[in-house]
């Protein structure tokens, strides 16, 4: 119990800003877990805040925080403010009166310099955007409506690199805030942003430096210069006819796409009408991964090659795999006017890239059951590994031959992927130029029925898929972009499910077939433990969780099956938490 720990209050404040962080998914949770453990196993008592630094996870920005919080709680109920250590070491040195004692004077701490944005700078303009809301407001904003309103506050643009060479953006901007703990972003598909704690500080000063903050009485919103926003149903931006259009689609999305508990749970078909795309609506571009390089030193080499072949490829951080297709509206509002986000829709085939030595990594540590469970999960129905043959030694080939023809196999049989191998890079090159020509002329002679962002969950995305290509096998159903790479985040969508299945398969021959099949007999981790738990103390014990595993799922066949050295590996790493 809490009540038991030596510093019930402080823990207590611990405990409070490790729960905010778990509700914003911040980066901060880890921090603010070891700061409450560490704390709650400590025997001593504390008389000041920054005596804490002498446990792990207690630096001095989370002291500093604590202080304020106690002098806050003593001035609200009458009570003395404890004496930092340093003044009760200082007045005693003076009590001395020890000529020398008195010539040493403590050494000043130096004052941590508060963050402040560069003027008209994307984390400048996107914090002065976000302090448009009310500080109460839990809705936020999206990546569209964020944009509109920070771009008149911001020197570079949102949209086009600066410089022609680079991938940046000012949105590149948002990275940092999100790491600084300034900006939290929570929803799924469609993220949204909203200022934390820190953040409305770093906003309030940016705004009384600029001489822009004047506080209505009553309200905590900032007002001044910039516009205050109403509520999100009744949010109508003073832009131009076709920009209101755009942000009128986006207020709808988002006040439809659940974001509840109890909606991000619900599997069920939902009813919808599709977005229909008509031929001549929109050109099919390819879209490469900005990691797809030749080498550090030769950064541009693929997108360089693919121009000479006439495809310009578009760059960007992809979620899954390391190539894929997008189809771009010709008119920018189109997709905002029925509802959906931006101009970009996923088309359904993605290229997996493999040299083969990092196949052998990939096998070795992992990696490779991992990303295919990846792209099962994304909803792509044409998924292409491209396998590049190099030189390697031919002894230390020799040693991974089976396990690499093993795995090529069970991505062409089980998985259902198409596999091509290629002698090197330039192949690989040419392959995508030819496929992307291909996809082209496949894409853009038909229409294509777009899924409304509004109806998507994490939960019915692919029992929705599954559906629609089954009731509807002549008609491509697809979603925009910005849904799907949400959809495919490594974090973003993860269930309870999803976190337990990588658990499973962080252990060796864990597979995704098997990690599923222990799954659907103990659905939760708590179970699982649960279940190793009820196996009993002592050498008996011990020897029935060795077999658990076995005895529960040992007469599955083929892939799925479980022998005894297997399930004692099991045992050993989650019968320990029994």
């Known amino acids: 119990m809490d009540e038991d720990c030596a510093n019930p209050q402080l823990l207590g404040w611990v405990k409070e800003w490790l729960n905010q962080a778990r509700e914003r998914n911040s980066k901060g949770i880890t921090t603010y877990r070891r700061a409450y453990d560490a704390l709650k196993a400590c025997p001593l008592t504390f008389q000041h805040p920054s005596e804490l630094q002498q446990l792990k996870g207690f630096g001095p920005k989370l002291c500093e925080r604590l202080e304020a919080s106690l002098k806050k709680h003593c001035q609200e109920n009458g009570l003395p403010m404890p004496e930092h250590p340093r003044m009760r070491k200082q007045r005693a040195q003076e009590t001395e009166g020890d000529a020398q004692a008195e010539s040493i004077k403590p050494k000043k701490k130096r004052a941590q310099k508060a963050y402040v944005p560069t003027l008209r700078s994307g984390a400048y303009a996107l914090i002065i955007a976000l302090a448009t809301l009310p500080e109460d407001d839990s809705t936020g904003l999206t990546k569209t409506e964020l944009i509109e309103i920070a771009q008149s506050y911001c020197d570079a643009s949102f949209s086009a690199p600066s410089d022609p060479t680079k991938f940046y953006t000012a949105w590149s901007s948002m990275k940092t805030l999100v790491q600084k703990e300034m900006v939290y972003e929570r929803g799924r598909p469609l993220r949204r942003y909203a200022l934390t704690d820190e953040g409305w500080e770093v906003a309030k000063r ?24 109403p509520p999100p149903a009744e949010r109508t931006p003073s832009l131009s006819p076709e920009l209101a259009v755009i942000s009128e689609a986006q207020r709808l999305v988002r006040n439809t796409v659940p974001d509840s508990p109890q909606a991000a749970n619900d599997s069920s078909i939902p009813e919808f009408s599709s977005i229909r795309l008509p031929p001549g609506s929109f050109t099919v571009h390819l879209l490469l991964d900005v990691r797809e390089v030749r080498a550090k030193t030769d950064r541009d080499y693929i997108q360089e090659e693919l121009a000479k072949q006439g ?47 990092d196949l052998i990594g990939s096998i070795k540590d992992g990696r490779f059951h991992e990303q295919k469970f990846r792209l099962r999960r994304c909803g792509a129905t044409r998924v292409v590994y491209i396998i590049e043959e190099i030189a390697m030694d031919a002894a230390a080939y020799s040693r991974y031959e089976e396990a690499v023809q093993s795995a090529i196999a069970s991505t062409q049989v089980v998985n259902g992927y198409f596999v091509k191998r290629t002698a090197k890079m330039d192949d690989t090159i040419r392959y995508l130029a030819r496929l992307t020509r291909m996809l082209t002329a496949r894409y853009e002679r038909h229409p294509l029925h777009i899924i409304p962002t509004r109806v998507l969950t994490a939960q019915n995305y692919a029992p929705l898929l599954a559906h629609l290509r089954a009731s509807q096998p002549d008609v491509g159903h697809y979603v925009t972009y910005g849904a799907f790479a949400s959809l495919a985040s490594k974090s973003e969508t993860m269930t309870l499910k999803d976190v337990f299945l990588k658990m499973l398969m962080t252990t060796r021959r864990v597979t995704g077939e098997r990690a599923l099949e222990i799954q659907r007999r103990w659905r939760t981790p708590y179970e699982f433990v649960d279940a190793y738990r009820s196996c009993g103390p002592g050498e008996a014990g011990r020897k029935r969780k060795a077999d658990l595993v076995f005895t529960e799922l040992g007469y599955l066949v083929g892939r799925k099956k479980f022998s005894k050295s297997l399930s004692q590996s099991i045992a050993e790493i989650w019968g320990d938490y029994a």
């Open 311 to 357: 495809i310009k490829a578009i760059m960007r951080n992809l979620e899954v795999g390391d190539a894929q297709w997008i189809a771009k509206c010709s008119d920018a509002s189109l997709l905002a006017r029925h509802g959906a986000e931006g101009d970009e829709v996923a088309l359904d085939w993605i290229v997996e890239r493999k040299r083969l030595d």
């Open 206 to 229: 940016v705004k009384r430096a600029n001489g822009m903050e004047t506080e209505a009485s009553g309200s905590n919103s900032i007002t001044g210069n910039i516009p205050s926003l």
